[in-house]
C-alpha cells in the first residue's frame, strides 16, 4: 500500500513528510532550494486550490499548509463533539470510544463522522433558502420539492435508529485492510426526523423499470474538482421502500448539523452508513444497479466466499454489502477499569441489521461459561437494543468481559471473522478488562 492511496488528512500528511505531502497535494515533487515545487504544475495547482495568484510564491517554503488551506479542514465544524477520536481531518473522520455510547439514543456530541469529500457551503451557512430536492430517473413524474414543501407535503416520521460504517472494526484485521482503522465506535442510535422514503418515490411514482436509487450529495470532492463526486451510493427500491427508511431533516430534535448532513439525508438504517448519503440533492431511480463513485469495484462490498489473509480478490469475485451483521457493544464499564467490588454491572447494546437481536450473552472466564443478559426489545425496528447483566467475580485479580448478540435468524457474533480486504463487517465479540481489587 502506498501513501497515495491512503485516505489522509492535511495535518497527518505535512507532519509525517512536509515534501511529500507537497508532492501529494500538489502534484510536483520540491526541488533542492525547498521552493522549487511553487513552479510551473505545483504554482498553478496551489494557485487553484486557492482561487487566486500568489504574488509572493518564490518566498513561500516548502512542506508549509498555506493558512488558507489549514482553517479549510473542517476542524471548526468538529469543536461540538464530546471525547470523540479523531482518525482524520480532511476529510473528517472520528468516532466514539464504547464508554461514551451508553445512552439508550446517542447524543449528537457523540455520534460518529463518515465522511467522504467536503462539507458543501449549504450546510456551513445552515441556509437552505435555495435547495431543492429532485426525485428523477424511472419515475412517472418528476418532483423538485424545497425544505418547507417536503416538511408540509409528506406526514413526518420521528424514529430511532441505528447507524454503523460498514469499516467500523477494521482496525483487528490482520494483515491490515487501507482505510480509516476504526475500533468499535463507528456506530450510532441518534433520533431522526423526516419523511418515509417510500412516501416520496410513492408520490413521483416508481416506473417497473426502477430496480434501483442512485444518492446524490452536495459535499465536494477532495482534490477541489467539481466534475468530480466523492460518493454517490444507492439501495435497491425494495429497501427505499421499506417504512423505516427516511428522508431526514433533523437528528435528536434539531436540524441537521452540517456534519451530520444538512439540510436533508437518507437514512436507511441496518445497511452500511454509506447507503444513507449526507447532504442529499437528488434522487435517481435507475434500471440497472447504480454505478456511482463507491459502488463498483471493491467499495462497500466483500468477497463471495471465504479467502485467506491476503488475498488478492477479482472485481468480479465480490458482492455488494447489504444488512449489517449482528453485534453488540459493552458501554459500562468503561475497559481497564479496577474496581473494589466482586460484583460488577454490565450494560451495553446490540443490533442485528435488518434482523432482530433474540438473545444477549456475557463470559467473564474466556468464553468457557456464558450468562444471559437481561435483554430489551428495542423501541422501533432497526433502533440497537438495550442489554443488563450481573457478575460476580470469585477472587480478586484480572478479568474479561466478552459479549455475544444472536439475532432472530440463529447468527451468533464470533470471536473471530474472516479476513477480507477491506477491512468490512468485523462483528467479532467486543471484550473489555477489568482488574477486581476486593
Not at 488551506?69 to 471525547?83: P, R, W
Not at 419515475?139 to 423538485?144: G, I, P, S
Not at 436507511?268 to 447504480?290: A, E, F, M, N, Y
Request: charged share 20%; aromatic share 8%; proline share 8%.
Amino acid at each position: 500500500m502506498t501513501d497515495d492511496k491512503k485516505e489522509r488528512g492535511l495535518y497527518e500528511l505535512y507532519a509525517d513528510d512536509p515534501e511529500r505531502a507537497d508532492y501529494l497535494v500538489f502534484g510536483r515533487r520540491a526541488h533542492s532550494d525547498r521552493r522549487g515545487f511553487l513552479k510551473g504544475a505545483g504554482l498553478g495547482a496551489m494557485g487553484a486550490m486557492l482561487g487566486m495568484a500568489i504574488p509572493f510564491h518564490r518566498n513561500f517554503p516548502s512542506g508549509l499548509i498555506p493558512a488558507a488551506m489549514a482553517e479549510d479542514t473542517e476542524i471548526g465544524l468538529f469543536s461540538g463533539k464530546d471525547g470523540l477520536t479523531l482518525l482524520n481531518d480532511r476529510p473528517i473522520n472520528a468516532e466514539t470510544p464504547a464508554h461514551l455510547l451508553d445512552d439508550a439514543v446517542t447524543p449528537t456530541s457523540r455520534h460518529f463522522v463518515r465522511n467522504n469529500g467536503v462539507v458543501p457551503d449549504i450546510a456551513r451557512s445552515m441556509d437552505a433558502s435555495d435547495w431543492k430536492l429532485t426525485i428523477d430517473g424511472e419515475v412517472e413524474k418528476v418532483l423538485e420539492l424545497s425544505l418547507d414543501e417536503l416538511k408540509s407535503k409528506f406526514k413526518p416520521v420521528t424514529l430511532k435508529l441505528q447507524l454503523e460504517c460498514g469499516g467500523n472494526g477494521r482496525a483487528a484485521f490482520n494483515p491490515p485492510a487501507k482505510g480509516n482503522q476504526w475500533t468499535v465506535g463507528a456506530i450510532g442510535n441518534a433520533e431522526w426526523t423526516g419523511v418515509r422514503y417510500a412516501d416520496l418515490l410513492k408520490a413521483a411514482g416508481v416506473k417497473p423499470s426502477a430496480i434501483y436509487t442512485a444518492h446524490h450529495g452536495l459535499d465536494g470532492h477532495l482534490s477541489g474538482d467539481p466534475s468530480k463526486t466523492p460518493i454517490s451510493r444507492g439501495v435497491p427500491i425494495s429497501k427505499a421502500m421499506d417504512p423505516h427508511s427516511i428522508i431526514a431533516y433533523a437528528m435528536n430534535g434539531e436540524p441537521l448539523p452540517a456534519l451530520h448532513g444538512f439540510p436533508v439525508r437518507t437514512i436507511c438504517p441496518g445497511w452500511p452508513g454509506s447507503t444513507s448519503q449526507k447532504w442529499l440533492s437528488r434522487i435517481q431511480l435507475r434500471d440497472i444497479v447504480h454505478d456511482g463513485p463507491k459502488m463498483t469495484g471493491s467499495s462497500y462490498r466483500v468477497p463471495k466466499f471465504p479467502v485467506a489473509p491476503g488475498t488478492h480478490v477479482a472485481d468480479e469475485d465480490y458482492q455488494i454489502i447489504e444488512s449489517m451483521p449482528v453485534k453488540s457493544l459493552i458501554t459500562t464499564p468503561q475497559t481497564n477499569q479496577t474496581i473494589k467490588t466482586r460484583t460488577l454491572k454490565v450494560h451495553g447494546h446490540a443490533w442485528a441489521g435488518d434482523n432482530v437481536v433474540k438473545r444477549m450473552d456475557i463470559s467473564y472466564d474466556f468464553g468457557v461459561t456464558w450468562v444471559q443478559a437481561d435483554l430489551k426489545a428495542p423501541p422501533n425496528p432497526y433502533s440497537w437494543q438495550e442489554w443488563y447483566a450481573e457478575v460476580t467475580f470469585p477472587t480478586r485479580g484480572y478479568y474479561e468481559i466478552w459479549a455475544r448478540a444472536t439475532d432472530d435468524k440463529g447468527n451468533m457474533q464470533p470471536f473471530a471473522v474472516n479476513w477480507n480486504p477491506k477491512g468490512y463487517l468485523n462483528n467479532s465479540m467486543h471484550r473489555i478488562a477489568v482488574v477486581v481489587d476486593a
